[in-house]
């Protein structure tokens, strides 16, 4: 690789694929980097959206196969948007082809996956990075530095929730994401995945866990309309956790949440302060700290726009509000960083591998009515 320059490769070219699509492009227009990306070459098996992907977002190259696509010379970093079943045979391959590695959440299927990924980019010594682009949204980043700085204490409670209602229009046909061989889960893997990296990121490791999973409606119809398929992917889990430094945990994640289009809260409840955030409200941060004059305390709203705001220096003025498609670019602009600094970069294989083992251990309990262990490594 030129040392100004690292080419991507890019798998999958639908939803995820234009959102790291649109972070490469933009990434160096706002951020210092070392090295600039080049968007060399995109893969699908769907030559149709292949095409408009690669002329829409100015992608040099295209590849059918993803094989063929992770052993190019001329690629350096392997960036994966592809279903889930699909992560470790890309992200291995990538691996020992000696290219450094970007795979959308859940790492993998399960956890004895994540962990077969995360020992493939160690062995070949290459970045790799797990995609939980939450942990770059500027007011929960500053959620772990206030945190980090003692301003709330010893947690006691992390409740979060994860709400879409996509699915309860029962004429929603199947598609991948109902099919356990393919996402391994399904709100589950899709959102949980979300919360749970991010109650690692506040909070700390998850000891046991304690879930319940439901699917609601268990047949739908194919997408041509012809037949009938079986859901057999979670439509919602809940559980409660433990973590290891004795806080409670709350979690919920559903498609069944009417009205809820993407609607991710959480709270954090400390000796020494309390925290929430609402991804609707994604600029803003609610504070409560027990420091405050007794007269003056309440919850407060930190509108995370200013410049001492992490990522916020190399936006927009005080108060010019950004979006969720930032935390993409704020994740590839790391990632690049790492990758011509020759760094870790986290969140990488191994928080992968750990926010699964917690997902494992729920699916574990929900079929077998208990409280179930979190692996300790
Ligand atoms: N970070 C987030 O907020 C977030 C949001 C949505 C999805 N995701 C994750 O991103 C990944 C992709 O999800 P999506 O919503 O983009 O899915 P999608 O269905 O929109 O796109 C998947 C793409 O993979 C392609 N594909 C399928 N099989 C292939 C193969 N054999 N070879 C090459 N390409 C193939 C499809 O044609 C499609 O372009 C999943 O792991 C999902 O969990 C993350």
């Known amino acids: 690789m030129k040392t100004n320059e690292i080419n991507v490769g890019i798998v999958g070219t639908q939803f995820m694929g234009r959102a790291h699509s649109n972070a490469y492009l933009d990434v160096s227009h706002f951020f210092d980097l070392p090295a600039e990306p080049v968007l060399r070459a995109a893969c699908d098996n769907d030559p149709v959206s292949l095409d408009a992907f690669a002329r829409r977002f100015g992608w040099q190259d295209k590849e ?5 696509m992770v052993s190019r010379d001329d690629v350096d970093l392997v960036d994966i948007c592809t279903p889930n079943s699909l992560h470790l045979p890309v992200a291995v391959a990538a691996a020992r082809a000696g290219k450094h590695v ?4 859940p790492l993998a299927m399960d956890a004895d996956e994540a962990r077969r990924m995360l020992d493939a980019a160690r062995e070949a010594d290459v970045r790799h990075m797990v995609a939980f682009n939450y942990r770059r949204v500027p007011a929960l980043a500053l959620a772990r530095q206030l945190v980090e700085q003692g301003k709330i204490g010893r947690i006691f409670h992390f409740n979060a929730v994860y709400y879409q209602d996509w699915l309860v229009d029962p004429a929603f046909p199947m598609v991948w994401r109902h099919d356990k061989k393919i996402g391994g889960s399904g709100a589950h893997g899709d959102m949980n995945a979300h919360i749970v ?8 490791e998850v000891e046991a866990v304690c879930g319940a999973q439901e699917v609601f409606i268990r047949e739908r119809k194919t997408r041509d309309g012809k037949g009938v398929g079986t859901v057999t992917a979670d439509d919602a889990t809940q559980f409660l956790a433990r973590f290891r430094d004795g ?3 709350v979690f919920c994640a559903t498609r069944f949440a009417t009205g809820r289009k993407n609607f991710l809260r959480l709270e954090l ?6 925290l929430v955030f609402n991804l609707e409200r994604l600029n803003e941060l609610e504070y409560y700290s027990r420091g405050d004059e007794e007269t003056e305390q309440g919850f407060r709203s930190i ?3 200013e410049s001492v705001h992490p ?9 010019h509000i950004i979006g969720w498609e930032h935390t993409f670019i704020h994740e590839i602009g790391d990632l690049l960083l790492a990758i011509a600094n020759h760094e870790d ?9 750990r926010c699964q083992q917690v997902m494992d251990a729920v699916g574990q309990s929900a079929e077998q009515g208990r409280w179930v262990a979190v692996p300790g490594e």
Not at 197 to 204: K, N, Q, T
Not at 346 to 353: E, I, M, Q, R, V
């Open 311 to 319: 990522y916020l220096k190399a936006w927009w003025p005080p108060g």
């Open 102 to 105: 970007i795979c959308e959440k």
């Open 64 to 68: 059918a196969d993803w094989a063929r």
């Open 269 to 274: 409840f400390g000796s020494e302060g309390s």
């Open 303 to 305: 509108l995370v726009t």
């Open 197 to 204: 990296d991010l109650a690692r990121f506040l909070v700390g």
């Open 345 to 353: 970069v986290k969140p990488d294989f191994y928080d992968g591998l």
């Open 247 to 249: 806080a409670m945990g």
